[in-house]
């Protein structure tokens, strides 16, 4: 929030599912005490509508809203809606969700507006964006990323992969702060002839946008922005669900995979099967193909339009 210059007040929250009940006892309290926090900020702010987007920390907020009688508006980016949100519904005024497959879940409450994805995602062209990153113009690249902390286990696969994966693209690797240090030692091991073609950042913000559009091929995890982030950026992708997020980025995965965009590996199948998967991308220049041209075709390039025009729309304006 403070990157895009935005106001930011935290309000307490806390987890019941799937909590010892000493720990959900403990978060009952948090909870009460976020909506009594929501409550006050609700009153300074005097919004007219309030956007919320899932997870047990949108809960005391909207419900906050609803006491004080300001529109609430759901967005879901995911296939399937959580605990909060099937709780929440019933008091939105509309519940946007990403997908058509999404709707039914909201009746008459759903509006399809896409995910919506930063401006600068369109922005891009191929040799642009590799111009940029100091990337050569010819070879493939390969870009790898877990999200803004990592992914130990992709970033394990990685490494060792790398060898192998070298001659073929240059690899981008976005390994998060967390693993940084490691995965800079590891590098420096690399032949001189294989290094120069890999390039190791530990975070991307600003520059994620060209790093998507400049890739021939990514490893990700398969969080809800993959929804939106790699149609719009035509970018096939192997899929690895972090295993511990509940079903959502395995439903996320599995609806790319099915619709020919992605691949998946699961992520207890890292070590022995990245490399031939990747292997096996990088050589079948026609196989991406079909998957780019997929993801462009489920791509709407206006869902933050759509959406904001929702927000202004519930708020009565």
């Known amino acids: 929030m403070q990157r895009a210059g935005l106001p930011f007040d935290a309000v307490a929250s806390g987890q019941l599912l799937g909590k010892a009940p000493w720990m959900a006892a403990a978060n009952s309290y948090h909870l009460w005490r976020g909506y009594r926090q929501s409550v006050a900020l609700l009153r300074r702010w005097r919004p007219t509508v309030c956007l919320i987007t899932g997870g047990f920390a949108s809960v005391p907020v909207a419900l906050a809203a609803r006491r004080l009688n300001v529109s609430v508006l759901i967005y879901l980016p995911d296939l399937r809606p959580g605990l909060a ?22 009746g008459a409450k759903a509006v399809v507006t896409g995910y919506p994805v930063r401006e600068d995602f369109s922005h891009w062209q191929r040799a642009e964006a590799r111009a940029a990153l100091g990337l050569a113009a010819e070879k493939p690249v390969l870009l ?59 975070y991307l913000y600003d520059e994620m ?4 559009h400049a890739a021939d091929l990514a490893v990700s995890r398969a969080g809800a922005s993959v929804l939106g982030e790699l149609p719009v950026a035509g970018l096939p992708t192997v899929l690895v669900p972090y295993p511990y997020a509940g079903q959502h980025q395995r439903l996320n995965a599995e609806y790319l995979q099915r619709a020919g965009g992605a691949v998946i590996v699961p992520d207890a199948q890292l070590q022995r099967d990245l490399w031939p998967t990747l292997h096996a991308l990088l050589e079948d220049d026609q196989r991406r193909q079909k998957m780019r041209t997929v993801l462009h075709d489920m791509a709407r390039w206006d869902a933050a339009e759509r959406l904001a025009a929702l927000v202004v729309e519930s708020s009565g304006e």
Do not use: C
């Open 209 to 212: 946008a060209a790093a998507l």
């Open 85 to 106: 949100i099937r709780f929440l519904q019933r008091w939105a005024t509309k519940v946007a969700v990403s997908l058509p497959e999404a709707a039914s879940y909201f």
């Open 144 to 202: 790898v990323f877990g999200g803004s902390r990592g992914a130990r286990s992709i970033n394990r696969a990685l490494v060792t992969a790398l060898p192998n994966i070298l001659p073929l693209a240059q690899v981008l690797h976005v390994s998060g702060p967390l693993d940084s240090a490691w995965v800079t030692r590891m590098a420096e091991n690399l032949p001189s002839a294989l290094r120069q073609d890999y390039h190791h950042y530990a």
